[in-house]
């Protein structure tokens, strides 16, 4: 049975066979991923909004990359286990999409806008994982997915508690409803491919 996640589009099961087809080129793109949410989580650790760090936050932060770090740890053995290797240079045009909704040097808004984009990234991603879980035949691949997702499940929610340290509430949920339909528009915008935000 299918988890319901919050986002205004879901992605259908039929994307996942399709992406399942090139297991090593999703596995690549995967593991970048991985090292991109690592590093936004690192960025993220100095940011707080003026004046004083709300507790946790550097604790908070340092974990998730710690858990990002570990994700790419274990994508990037099971790459090297089928004898691939990480290609230098990587493109991710659903996160530059997404990081083109922040509101750049805005004080506030700006913080709000990177930690709600994190979170909507985040539970993107965590859909997928279910679902590649849910339809891969080949066992490793089914169970790398399947504890991904347990271990990932909460991380957009973490980012979602830390937006509302940024400002009201209110304000965090009219941006969060908005931003999930810009969301939904970029990821359907996104072309077809072996990739964990491609299109379909």
């Not at 319901?4 to 970048?32: G, I, K, N």
Request: hydrophobic share 45%.
């Amino acid at each position: 049975m299918r988890q319901t996640f919050p986002l205004v589009y879901q992605t259908p099961a039929l994307w996942a066979t399709t992406v399942l087809a090139e297991p090593m080129a999703l596995l690549s793109d995967h593991a970048y991923l991985e090292r991109k949410a690592a590093s936004n989580a690192l960025d993220l650790l100095n940011r707080w909004a003026e004046p004083t760090c709300p507790d946790t936050w550097v604790q908070t932060l340092a974990h998730v990359a710690q858990d990002e770090t570990a994700h790419l740890y274990s994508v990037s053995r099971l790459i090297a286990k089928r004898g691939g290797v990480l290609p230098r240079s990587h493109k991710n045009q659903y996160a530059n999409d997404m990081r083109g909704l922040v509101r750049v040097g805005r004080g506030k808004l700006d913080i709000l806008d990177r930690l709600l984009v994190s979170a909507l990234i985040e539970v993107r991603s965590c859909e997928r994982f279910l679902i590649l879980a849910e339809t891969a035949e080949d066992a490793e691949l089914a169970h790398l997915y399947k504890s991904l997702f347990a271990s990932e499940a909460g991380h957009y929610k973490t980012f979602l508690s830390l937006a509302e340290t940024v400002t009201d509430a209110d304000v965090v949920a009219a941006r969060w409803s908005e931003l999930l339909e810009r969301e939904a528009e970029i990821i359907q915008a996104q072309p077809k491919g072996a990739r964990l935000h491609s299109g379909f």
